[in-house]
């Protein structure tokens, strides 16, 4: 069983900063991507930002040079550092992994933790 545990959301003033964690557990084989999505209500989930074991990242248009995501591979534990938060950044926030098992690649997500930024 691999579990994701998300923390840090919740509520912030449009301009301020939060930083997510999300701590990988179990057998979660080889790390190829960890990484964040989020799903806003009436709206499809989207990719926020991904980063790669090897430190490479990908980062949705409206978020880059707000949003930073790390990796600590020792922990097994992603973060994402949110500055200069918009009301439209509101959403469920869902962590997100991607490993492989010899071939087999298995996805697994978090239970998701609130964003709210306020105008």
């Known amino acids: 069983q691999v579990q994701l545990v998300e923390s840090g959301g919740g509520l912030v003033q449009a301009g301020g900063s939060l930083r997510l964690s999300c701590a990988a557990s179990?057998?979660?084989?080889?790390?190829?991507?960890m990484g964040w999505y989020r799903q806003a209500p009436g709206k499809q989930r989207e990719l926020v930002a991904t980063?790669?074991?090897?430190?490479?990242?990908n980062y949705a248009d409206s978020v880059k040079g707000r949003f930073t995501i790390s990796i600590d591979n020792a922990k097994n534990t992603v973060y994402l550092q949110m500055n200069s938060l918009k009301p439209e950044d509101t959403a469920v926030y869902l962590c997100?992994?991607?490993?492989?098992?010899?071939?087999?690649?298995?996805?697994?997500w978090g239970q998701g933790t609130q964003v709210t930024v306020s105008s």
């Open positions: 980063i790669t074991r090897g430190g490479s990242t």
């Open positions: 997100n992994l991607v490993s492989f098992v010899i071939i087999s690649r298995f996805t697994y």
């Open positions: 179990g057998k979660v084989g080889s790390i190829n991507t």
